[in-house]
């Protein structure tokens, strides 16, 4: 149940997400359509490759595809006036589909009784892995690899699941409320962590 | 005997394709065969990723992989004079090997009993893959993405072969000539999709 | 024993050159651990992808993780006083990875019976792989696409691995030194191979 749960969202919020950066470069309805797709389904494949389970398993839930067209159909009919003021809400879906994809990754891993480590490998790239293609393909430099706090809380979600401190339904949607909040506020407050620049001293 | 001609023409298409674009970034000899070959054979291998074939059956046939060469081969000696007048030629190959791989695409999921959507998943993913995969080795936006309709023929041709509206070969040819044509004129007129712009509201 | 020797030392290249790149980036540390476990570990999946070996067998090896996990940690602990002059190094460790990956693919597909061609291609793909992904995430335009002779000296290995020139262990650590210095002296002496170039006929 909970399984379901977060896929719906993840795949929602994802999918929106990558709708709302293509319309900001200006790409047509196709590619909206294109963009929201891989960025609903990108990091499950990449998390499928990487564990082992055949990518065109991710195939198999039509309804999970039909979710994401109706989303993106449903953004590119709202009125575009809202639309403008709308631009805040790319974060913040990102953010839902980053918590939901993470904790559904590491659900994942320990079902298929991976060790801790592939947990929060799963957690990170379930997470991060369709907005890591998005960009790539708008052009953009990754979000997860320079802003704010972002794939940390993944492998912190991943972490808890992996070491089956948070086994229980009731408590995985509680930690993705808590996910979610995290990453938010990492985007509100520029929450960094520690960096060394070597910049200006490129080749 | 179709599929033959498809997977021939689609190659040798998409591998000069690559090519250009790799001179066009003054990219080495290396380069161009690098980028040539990432080109032509991109798009099969997301493809068989994406449908659960392994992607190693790409290198059963060396023929397919000599006829790249051989084709970068025919162009890199080609005279600079009218190599020159060439660009324009970039979009006319690329929207070839467009056409000939998306068919081929469809065809692929028809032969391996997958659903309608499949097919069309497999038409774009295969028409547009290699192109993909080139445009952002080349550190260029991805044409499918942004310019005049493109992947939506892709999307077409999946639709016909899926439903099995075009299956005998005299249809499938004529539909490669279609599917060509309509890329070619897309681009001469700039037919465009409607497009939603949220320009300007970059986060 | 040269396998695991080219591993661990290639490992740990790509991993520090992958975490030099985040740093000129700035990156913060978790960018600087993701880009160089992707630099370190790409070009592997990417070869286990294309030859047929399931990209979970990278993972089986707990100890190469570690590896690079400690060496990105003492990179990143080091004086930042030092470090300012360590961004000559950056290519240094990229020649070693590439020459040490080269060859353990090469080696790679000769265990596996592929022929000739599949061993180029995994020395090509295994050694510049996780540098190509390493420049994607970072923004960057491909080194092994447009600088100096890079790639050649990959295909090179293959090549003499492949037809069983070099075999016995000694011989590949001689030929691991050859690849790399030449790499050093192709970036130096700023070596190319011909090129073409169609620049100012971009469409």
Known sequence: MAWEFFSIIGIMAFAISGAIVAMQEEYDIFGVYLLGIV????GGAVRNLLIGVP????????????????SMTVLFLFPNGLLKHWYRWGNFFDAI?????AIQGALFAVEYNLPISAAVVAAVLTGS?????????????????????????????????GFEIVTKDLYLYLLFIVITVLRILSYMYKWRLPFKSLQGSQQ
């Open 97 to 101: 589909g980053l918590s939901a994809f």
């Open 55 to 70: 990518v065109s398993a991710l195939w198999e839930k039509e309804m999970l595809f039909q979710i994401a067209l109706f």
């Open 129 to 161: 892995g369709g907005g890591i293609i998005r960009d790539l393909l708008a052009g953009r430099k990754p979000t997860v690899l320079k802003h704010e706090i972002y794939a940390v809380w993944a492998a912190l979600a991943g972490l808890l699941i």
């Open 39 to 42: 960025t609903a389904f990108g």
